[in-house]
């Protein structure tokens, strides 16, 4: 026996667009229908206005996976279309009725003939280079679905992801301001390039909050209505009161917390900065206190240690794990006694911490 499927309210767009911003972040809890809004916004801009979207993850295989059921959960929406995958593009076609008299024959030859239109392009940033050379005229809105990653995978960051981001902004829009940008996630993790490139703390702004002179619009949806909806359910009623349900469903960072938080004294001296995967950090010792400090603004004249062989260079000097160095900030570490200027400092530079 088939049962109703229970419908739960989806991310309606229309307000996040009239801050007119051109990239444009919604993170909220799992299942709030911030990708399928996004959808169905794409296919409507096509239907009425013949644009075009592009919808683009990380890495291929992610693609691949998402591309292959991309219509399967929005075609119910547009009954007068049909859609289908073509390549590496969606596609949408006037959906035809058989007319009186017609043969099942000269109907099926009149279906293989209409026109298909394309609605959006599936494209992977790992390889995104490659499209440098592409024009892409009708193409509005980029959809970069998952950009943060969960923890359970086993894929990471693109080296110097932000700007293969905005190279491949910059090859969609040739500078003609035509186009925006989605950037749609989970809230898993506060740790992540873009917010840490665009200093974006969403544990210290509002709701949705616009900067760099309204060029970045953040959504961080208030899912109480979502919530409400899900805590209806078998599953929400499971989860309710866990860790699990305040980022799954309650929006809430795992990771934003203040631990290990502070200002840096005025008695606190700069020693070095450090250069590891995560990027650079300066590091002040007070030592009436014993503590040390990691901020990621760096000073003016610095000492540069890295931790990455491949960037050695006549200025720096490489450090590795068992350094004397690595191992009393490791040892000042396991004591308490290092604090740092924001959460995505934090979660950026402890990992170092761990021996490889």
């Given at each position: ?11 309606d767009y229309r307000k996040l667009w009239s801050y007119n911003a051109v990239i444009n972040f919604v993170v909220g809890g799992r299942g709030l229908g911030k990708t399928y809004g996004a959808k169905r916004q794409g296919i409507v801009n096509c239907i009425k206005r013949g644009e075009e979207f592009i919808y683009l993850r990380r890495y291929k295989e992610e693609l691949k996976a998402a591309r292959d059921t991309f219509f399967a959960d929005i075609e119910s929406e547009f009954p007068e279309h ?275």
């Amino acid at each position: 026996m088939s049962k109703v499927k229970k419908l739960h309210p989806y991310y309606d767009y229309r307000k996040l667009w009239s801050y007119n911003a051109v990239i444009n972040f919604v993170v909220g809890g799992r299942g709030l229908g911030k990708t399928y809004g996004a959808k169905r916004q794409g296919i409507v801009n096509c239907i009425k206005r013949g644009e075009e979207f592009i919808y683009l993850r990380r890495y291929k295989e992610e693609l691949k996976a998402a591309r292959d059921t991309f219509f399967a959960d929005i075609e119910s929406e547009f009954p007068e279309h049909d859609s289908r995958l073509h390549g590496n593009k969606g596609q949408i076609s006037k959906r035809l009725e058989q007319r009186d008299n017609e043969t099942d024959a000269e109907f099926a030859k009149r279906k293989k003939q209409r026109e298909w239109v394309t609605a959006c392009y599936f494209i992977a940033l790992s390889v995104a280079q490659s499209q440098k050379s592409v024009a892409f005229p009708k193409v509005t809105l980029i959809i970069f679905d998952e950009f943060i990653i969960e923890a359970a995978t086993n894929t990471g960051y693109l080296k110097n992801e932000v700007t293969a981001f905005l190279n491949f902004y910059n090859t969609v829009d040739r500078g003609q301001d035509k186009t925006r940008c989605l950037l749609l996630a989970n809230s898993v993790s506060i740790m992540n390039p873009y917010f840490a490139n665009w200093e974006i703390r969403p544990d210290k702004l509002p709701e949705i909050s616009v900067s760099h002179e309204g060029f970045i619009c953040c959504h961080f949806p208030d899912s109480a209505k979502f919530a409400t909806s899900i805590y209806q359910t078998r599953f929400g009623k499971f989860i309710a009161g866990t860790e699990y349900a305040d980022y799954a469903v309650g929006n809430q960072f795992k990771d934003a917390h203040d631990k290990l938080i502070a200002d840096k004294t005025a008695n606190a001296k700069y020693k070095y900065t450090l250069e590891t995967e995560q990027g650079y950090f300066s590091v002040w010792y007070d030592i009436s206190l014993g503590t040390f400090f990691v901020l990621s603004k760096r000073p003016g004249n610095e000492r540069l240690l890295t931790m990455l062989p491949e960037n050695m260079d006549k200025n720096k000097i490489r450090v590795t794990f068992n350094e004397p160095v690595i191992r009393s900030l490791r040892a000042a570490f396991n004591r308490g006694d290092v604090e740092f200027d924001k959460p995505s400092s934090r979660n950026a530079f402890t990992p170092i911490f761990d021996r490889k």
